[in-house]
């Protein structure tokens, strides 16, 4: 991890300041190694400087290169795509600096600072999963991979409707928002410059989003020459990181994102350490075990149950798991982390495969409804609506519901005018919106202390071959049957937790159909299926174990506190009382630990 600052127009006297806030930052990320504080700038008007993890434990990665007028850094996990240079090396993007940033696939940042003549350039990965946060007071602006260092630099501290209402009703902070006013976040695919004598940064985007819609070709299967093009494009980074990080870790599970990982790792032969978290009744871990059985894979399971979650130093770890998230990733998700690592490693990841599954309307069994509907722009709207709000409204105020119904709206506007299709607008959210913000943050760097994260399926060779398939056929999941097949066929046929549906639209859309009237059925004379205990379960039984904390947490807070105006206090203090049935905090248990994160979140703030 590599925590940076950097800074235009920034005034000499607040150079010792700032250090002295990055050095405060290893209180809140302990493997943050003090003795790698740099900074770069003097007096010029710009400046830079970070803290990243120890040079031993990072190792082969080189975060920084400098010398007396220029530096370059970055942060992420980065590969170069022509094969010529190891990307993990700030020397090597250095040499290659006006190459990028088309040579460069992952998730990440890389930033270039000048003094004479004075400029900035930063770049980002395509879609924008690596936060890269932004502030601008004046004619200064500030940089950063933290919140909580703009705004411990700054003093900015006031709430932002927008985006407290988006986390309150999502449970992520989407768009280019942040739970704070001013401060917000880059878009995916960018390159800003700045330079002597403008205040604003020229912003060149490098990746349009519309790119996707105007590549569209409406396929209904993929080519051979089609899946040997993508194969080679995902193969390569992950041969690439290999020979630098070997083993890979790459998670195994009964689902089908994975599945594409792990196919691409058999046929690239590439070295990995497999594992799956669960306990021995988890559907992921049964299937996991089968499958690292017959293919003959390093495999490790990590059994990790409520139990984890009841520590003694509670509210300490809870305040820490919060500034360094932000406020923006839920208690709900809170995980220990370890004290210490020896090494930096690189896991894989399958975020973003839902981008070519249809997956808000795989989860609903709705998808015929979509698609017999979906051509009226206000039912797109009203269906995309239940499906990201979902149940979330009842502790909330009406006026927060409104603020996110609105920019719901003014999204599926904006998309169609880039050119999408209709029906093509749930995939659109779900990777600019959900994959961008919520899997970035909550998933792919929630543990950026102790390894870098690759997510294949994030990368612009995957989201343009996931928006050439047209919709109805992408909600069949086309991409993942045909890859899979021709990747390790063996894998394709081998179990999964759901059977492949069918690769007919009008047969799926039926199929799905029955499916939804057959549950509506089983629900009615009262059948319910039987499974194991799920990850919500047990999380709700901790939220119980806590309840009398959240409570006390904030209700404690001042009833004039803006969070006041979004959630509604005498529903939140009825939800939570001792005389309230747990089981009917149930349903809402997400939405109470998103409530407790924001009321942490205020208290560190104020």
Sequence with gaps: ????????????????????????MTKVYPLLDPKTIWSFGEGKGVFAASIHTDHNI??????????????????????DQTGRFNAHDARALWEHWHDLPSSLEGQFVTIQVSKNPPSIEIINDALGVYPVYYLRLG???????????????????????????????????SGDRTLLNDIRVIPGGQHWKWEEGVTEPKRITYFDRAKLSRSRYGKERLSKADLQQLADKLIHPCQSLAQSFAPLDCPITGGRDSRILISLLIRGKIEAQYFTR?????????IATEMARYFNLPHRITSQGAEHLVIDDWEEASKQWVQQNDGMVSLAHFAQQPLQVKRLGVELNGAGGEIARGIYNSVTRHGARFFLRGHNLDFVKQYLARQVIKSRDELLNQETIRIVQEYLENFVDEVIDEGFSPFDVPDVFYGYERVRRWAGVSHLFLGRQYRDVFAPLCTRPFMEQAFS???????????????IYFLEPKLHSFLMEENWPPQQPIINFVHDFLHHQFKKIEKTIGI?????ATTQEEKWRWLESKIEYIRELCLDQSKSSP????????KFEQITS?????????????????????????????
């Excluded at 600052?5 to 405060?24: C, G, M, Q, T």
């Excluded at 969070?563 to 005498?570: E, G, H, K, S």
């Excluded at 009917?584 to 703030?605: N, S």
Aim: proline share 5%.
């Design 469 to 483: 398939i047209s919709a109805p056929y992408r909600y069949t999941n086309l991409l993942h049957y045909q890859l």
């Design 563 to 570: 969070l006041w105006d979004l959630v509604n206090r005498p």
């Design 528 to 532: 319910s299926s039987k499974h194991p």
């Design 58 to 79: 990072a190792a082969p990665r080189i975060y920084v290169k400098q010398n007396d007028n220029q530096v370059v850094l970055y942060d992420g996990c980065l590969v």
């Design 278 to 286: 669960g306990a021995s009744d988890n559907i992921d871990v049964q």
């Design 1 to 24: 991890m590599n925590l940076f600052f950097i800074a235009w127009n920034f005034p000499h006297d607040k150079e010792s300041f700032v250090l002295s806030e990055i050095y405060n």
């Design 578 to 606: 001792s005389d309230t049935n747990p089981l009917v905090r149930y349903p809402t248990q997400l939405t109470l630990w998103d409530v407790t994160t924001l009321f942490q979140y205020a208290q560190l703030v104020a």
């Design 139 to 173: 004619n200064t602006y500030f940089l950063s991979n933290s919140v909580l260092l703009l705004r411990r630099i700054s003093h900015v501290s006031e709430f932002d409707p927008l985006g407290v209402s988006l986390f309150l009703c999502w449970g992520w902070a």
